[in-house]
Structure formats: structure tokens, C-alpha cells
């Protein structure tokens, strides 16, 4: 359950695998490989917006 106390520590674990995924993307030569990393890509870097304007919203980022 997303709070107070754990919304950073997502928004760190996203920020990681997203780095991870693009460090990996370079290498991958399968179409449908690269489709499945980009949209997991896509489903991270969505997720990690939405914490970070919640984090805003709780004033634990600027």
C-alpha cells in the first residue's frame, strides 16, 4: 500500500529498473523483446510519475 513512509522507496526501485531495462535495450537485437522492455519501460515511467506528483502533493519532494 502506497504511503507516506514507502512512496520514495518505490520511486527509487522504479528509477532502478528503469536504468537497468535502458542499460539492457541497447543490447537486444529481438523485436519482440525490445516491445515487451519498451512497454515495461513505458509502464515504469508511468508509475514513477504519478508517485513523484503524489510525493509532491505530501511535500516530501520539491
Do not use: C, P
Request: charged fraction near 30%.
Amino acid at each position: 500500500m502506497l504511503n507516506k513512509e514507502n512512496i520514495l522507496g518505490f520511486i527509487a526501485d522504479h528509477q532502478e529498473e528503469i536504468d537497468e531495462l535502458e542499460k539492457e535495450l541497447t543490447g537486444i537485437t529481438n523485436e519482440n523483446v525490445i516491445n515487451a522492455v519498451q512497454q515495461r519501460l513505458s509502464y515504469l515511467r508511468d508509475n514513477k510519475y504519478h508517485y513523484e506528483l503524489q510525493a509532491r502533493a505530501w511535500k516530501l519532494i520539491d
